[in-house]
């Protein structure tokens, strides 16, 4: 799309030439093969106003861009026009130990926010993949979290305020640093998972906790899915207490280096008390010993960190050339189940599947092997058989990774029902010009 060069010269004014990328600079910045007309790093919300209002009487289109790790998870934006980036906006406003919350802009990455916290000893309990690169506001968006989701839930569960700058240029907060906090409708949570497409994240206070004395995880082998999926559902019924609770099958536990592509792990993530600790270790074993548990190894410093860092990417990473990654949701007591039926349809296909779930969260991460000459037509069949059965299941499936060409072939979003018609109007109201990533969510939002 073309953009009005007084357009440009309005973000140059805003933010200052240095900030204003074009042309082919903007090379980074392509989203599925598109490249926006602009690229704007803004330095404070005042500027994200100025942009947004800009924007929204140019008729551009704005992508926020965090660290950018999920431009291709989804739909993408059906226009790309302007990216805004938030890097800038990367300071820890407040963190009062005492109270146990801290006030982060958003551009900040996990990582970092991590680091700082770390040196008073606390930590946001959040545990997405790429902590690196991810930024805070990027992690609400996209409302991702990691295996500690089991013990300390996701990006809701956190967040107890929110600043954002909404598309026709208000700066709204919503909830604050006290823990009960809102009257009214609960406004910060509608921006979490909304990919963007509600307003611009600049700031959010989050709930924090001290760090654990001791951290590990225990590695269970066992030679069938079916028995590690039991014994999963045997930690979860007993008075453990663990922090992760993962499903590995057979072709994920080789990406993740635990052995080779037979049987299936469990991981279990204990923290806490250095006595509670050692205490739940050697009780995991004593309770998984007569449910077909082959070998049990316990992990801790950087080899635990290892196998969490890619854990988090095992989908993309499974093989050397992955298809599709799809996201489903069930219940905790279906996860085995749906992956052994799932890997069995990709089988049938003549494809490799790898598989690992947050198992008392019940979220499975599906990834389908592919290589250069792979049947698109074919890996479409899958991912379509994949969500009839998750929807058989009473759950719902997201193509989370897939080239166009599939997502073109095959819904991303599971069918979001009459809910549908509330969102559009949440969106209407919010972003009546569509300005905010128009498309990027579920029935074209
Ligand atoms: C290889 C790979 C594997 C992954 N595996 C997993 C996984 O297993 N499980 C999982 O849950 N996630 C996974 N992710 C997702 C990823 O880790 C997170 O979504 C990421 O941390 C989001 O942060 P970001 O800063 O990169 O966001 P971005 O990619 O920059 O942005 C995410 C979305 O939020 C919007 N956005 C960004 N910043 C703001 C803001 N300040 N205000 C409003 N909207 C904003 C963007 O427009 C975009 O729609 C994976 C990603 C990759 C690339």
Known sequence: MAVPASFHDDLRRIVGPAH??????????????????????????????????????????????????????????????????????????????????????????????????????????????HPDRASIGGVLSANVAGPRRHLYGGCRDLLIGLTVVTAEGAIVKGGSKVVKNVAGYDLPKLFIGAFGTLGVIV??????????????VVVSRFERLKDAGAAARAVMASDLLPSALELIDGEAVRALALGPSEGAVLLVGVDGITEQVDWQCREIERLLEPMGLREAKVLDGPERDRLWQSRGTVGRDAFAETAATMRWTVLPSQVAECMEQGAAVAQRAGLGAAMAAHAGVGLVDAALGGGADVDLDRVAAVLGEWRALVRGAGGHAIVQWAPLAVKERVPVWDEAGPALRIMARIKAQLDPRGVLNPGRVMGGI
């Open 203 to 216: 700031e959010a206070t989050l709930k924090l906790r001290p760090r654990p004395d001791a951290d590990r």
């Open 20 to 129: 204003v990328l074009t042309g082919i600079e903007c090379g980074p910045y392509v989203v599925e093969g598109r490249t926006p007309e602009a690229v704007v790093a803004p330095g404070s919300k005042e500027d994200i106003v100025a942009i947004l209002m800009a924007a929204g009487e140019a008729g551009v289109p704005v992508t926020p861009w965090g660290g950018g790790t999920t431009m291709a998870v989804g739909s993408p934006p059906s226009r790309l026009g302007l990216v805004l980036l938030l890097g800038r906006l990367n300071r820890l406003v407040e963190h009062e130990p005492g109270d146990l919350t801290a006030t982060v802009e958003a551009g900040m990455t996990v990582r970092t926010l991590q680091e700082t916290l770390g040196r008073r000893g606390q930590w946001l309990s959040l545990d997405p993949p």
